[in-house]
């Protein structure tokens, strides 16, 4: 069993993904091609908004919403310390302070009650993260920051397909930014990553940014990155939305059909594991099934021998990471986001997860659990 199958999904779309290949080693337009313009047409349009810019990566799409909004030395930037390490790293990256606000125990996403508190004159953006698929909260978050008129950025690295009360995630804030990484819900083939605003200024500076801040061709007002996404990932991108409606709706029924089975696994008891709780306004896109579990190494090493592939997202916040004890934010500072990275532990997830497969996932986990 794999953690992730993405050989089934080529199986699907390989007429299509093959074409669209091959049709870019025929133009030779291998950077800026007319996928990549087709490809922020058709995200745009997904989306809800009026511009993606495509990118070369989910950290370039965060950095360059950070360098739009002008954002460096003196600055901070609030996020949450249970993510991937990108998220706080693009903040040093810029120059600015990255400060931790604790995740809400049942989502994992930023807690927009302890969002307020953590706010200074330096703060100037919130980058909430949307969590293993589902959407922070953002109406909450948005109002916060509007009161004290900051940007809010959402990091959508692992939401892209998700909703939060009907709205897509990626437009849920003045700038979303995902990453197509071949493992995230809409995946290329190599890196990848897209920037979605409504705003026309912004829009266009992180069009300029992605160029190495030219405006014109080889003038330059601003610095910027080799940021581009090439032709190549836009066409299998492209490829590959033709078909994620169906499987966003797949990953929502197989996480639901998880759900069930655990708790027909330990019904008449408490149960000893805990499964993802999904806000009744939001659709997870489940990019990471996440359970919590005591004795989580006892657990993962049982779950190999059974044959059952698990990963840990994440076992270490951020606030605790070597390169950031700079900030001299110890053990205890964060305690949900530090309970959560000893608990947690992935199960494979994939649309094309068979239910045969899920029932033998889930009885290792409760022959595991022992
Ligand atoms: C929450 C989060 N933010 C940012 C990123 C960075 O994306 P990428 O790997 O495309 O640079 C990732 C993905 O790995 C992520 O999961």
Redesign the pocket.
């Known amino acids: 069993m794999d953690f992730i199958d993405l050989k089934t999904q080529y199986r699907r779309i390989k007429p299509s993904v093959d074409a669209r290949i091959a049709r870019v080693l025929e133009h030779g337009a291998y950077v800026m091609g007319p996928e990549v313009t087709e490809l922020e047409q058709e995200l745009a349009r997904h989306c809800g908004t009026t511009h993606c810019i495509s990118v070369a990566?989910?950290?370039d799409a965060?950095m360059i919403a950070l360098m739009a909004l002008d954002i460096g030395p003196g600055d901070e930037v609030i996020t949450a310390p249970f993510?991937?390490f990108?998220?706080a790293e693009v903040i040093a990256l810029v120059g600015a302070t990255p400060v931790f606000v604790d995740v809400d125990p049942r989502t994992y996403n930023l807690d927009p009650a302890q969002l307020e508190a953590s706010i200074t004159p330096r703060t100037r953006a919130v980058m909430p993260?949307s969590?293993y698929g589902q959407c922070a909260d953002f109406d909450a978050i948005n109002l916060i920051a509007c009161r004290n008129g900051l940007p809010v950025i959402e990091?959508a690295?692992?939401s892209f397909g998700a909703t939060y009360k009907g709205r897509k995630s990626g437009a849920l804030s003045l700038i979303g930014a995902t990453?197509f990484?071949p493992s995230k819900p809409l995946g290329a083939y190599g890196?990848g990553?897209a920037l979605f605003t409504n705003d026309e200024a912004l829009a266009k500076l992180m069009r300029e940014i992605r160029l190495h801040g030219q405006d014109r061709r080889y003038h330059h007002p601003r610095l910027g990155l080799t940021g581009r996404l090439d032709s190549m990932q836009a066409a299998v991108l492209l490829a590959k939305l033709e078909i994620f409606d169906d499987e966003v709706a797949a990953r929502v029924r197989l996480g639901a059909r998880y759900t069930e089975l655990l708790a027909e696994a330990f019904a008449g008891h408490p149960s000893p594991v805990r499964g993802p709780y999904v806000e009744p306004f939001n659709t997870s896109v489940y990019a990471q099934y996440t359970i919590e579990v005591d004795h989580r190494e006892i657990f993962e090493t049982r779950m190999k021998v059974l044959g059952i592939p698990t990963a840990v997202h994440y076992p270490l916040p951020l606030h605790l990471q070597p390169v950031f004890e700079h900030l001299g934010q110890g053990e205890g500072c964060y305690p949900v986001s530090e309970a959560a990275a000893r608990r947690v532990i992935s199960l494979p997830m994939h649309p094309y997860l068979a239910e045969a497969d899920q029932v033998k996932v889930v009885n290792a986990v409760r022959e595991a659990i022992g």
């Open positions: 990566s989910g950290t965060l993510t991937f990108a998220s993260v969590l990091d690295a692992q990453s990484f890196d990553g």
